[in-house]
């Protein structure tokens, strides 16, 4: 069975029956119809996926995979903040009526700072680093900006990635690993959404560097399931998991700023029903 699912099952399970309750509490977030939208968490869920055993995708419903990577490359390679560059609708309630959704995430990643070597934005000075100095413990993002966060119309959830890299014994090439930080995750509509873009971010940097993918370590700050998603999450883990697909990327692709959303694929990716019109909080 795909060990994602087991890591998620396992999370869930651990939030419902251990978590705490915001009901009643001053919260941020509404329903559509203006209801506050509560939250049962767990502080401090930490996830580890072995990105050269299996691809992180859930089988207990499907994941995107297309539209999640539509969203990681215009973040990290279109740099762009504005939904009329992404081919999905899921950012249409946090933009305003130009589309902007303000100094939030792709802005931040295009911003430009000054190294010894030069002017670098964060992804050219993690692919920089990568090839040149991989040993290095500085390789990282932060797109979490204080000076920034008035004009973002939602704050960055995931904010940061930690890069480290490690030589396994008898493999020629070296293995690219990753810290994903995540200060917020809505578990039902994100989590396998959030680790399936970041897991296909560290393959496609590990390709393009000549690097294999290791492992991707998810730490979740504040890791909740909405109330209206429980009932929704409570059949989801009930179901069997099945075995995990195979992942693909277009092994011609060498230049970061190449890919497209259809460099991407899973083989063999069979699951469970989608469940259909689930309620995202705004
Ligand atoms: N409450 C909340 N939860 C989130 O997960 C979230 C936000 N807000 N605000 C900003 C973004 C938008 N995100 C979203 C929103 C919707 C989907 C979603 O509906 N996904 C569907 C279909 C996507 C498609 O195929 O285009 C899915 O089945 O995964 C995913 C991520 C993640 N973020
Ligand atoms: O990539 C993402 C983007 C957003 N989320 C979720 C996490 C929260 O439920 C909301 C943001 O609300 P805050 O009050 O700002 O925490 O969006 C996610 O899981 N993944």
Redesign the pocket.
Known sequence: MSYADKVFIDMCRDIIDNGTDTRGEKV??KWEDGTPAY?IKRFGVVNRYDLSREFPALTLRRTAIKSCTDELLWIWQKKSNNINDLHSHIWDSWADENGSIGKAYGYQLGVKHQYKEGLFDQVDRVIYDLKNNPYSRRIMTNIYVHQDLHEMN?????YSMTFNVTKKEGHDKLTLNAVLN??????L???N??VCQYAVLVHMLAQVCDMEAGELVHVIA?A?I?DRHVPVIEELIAREPLPAPKFWLNPKVKDFYDFTRDDVKLIDYETHEQIKNIPV?V
Do not use: G, M
């Open positions: 941020r977030p939250t939602l704050y960055p959830c995931a995540q200060r917020s995750n809505d578990v509509t994100a989590n959404w959030n504040d909740h909405y909080a």
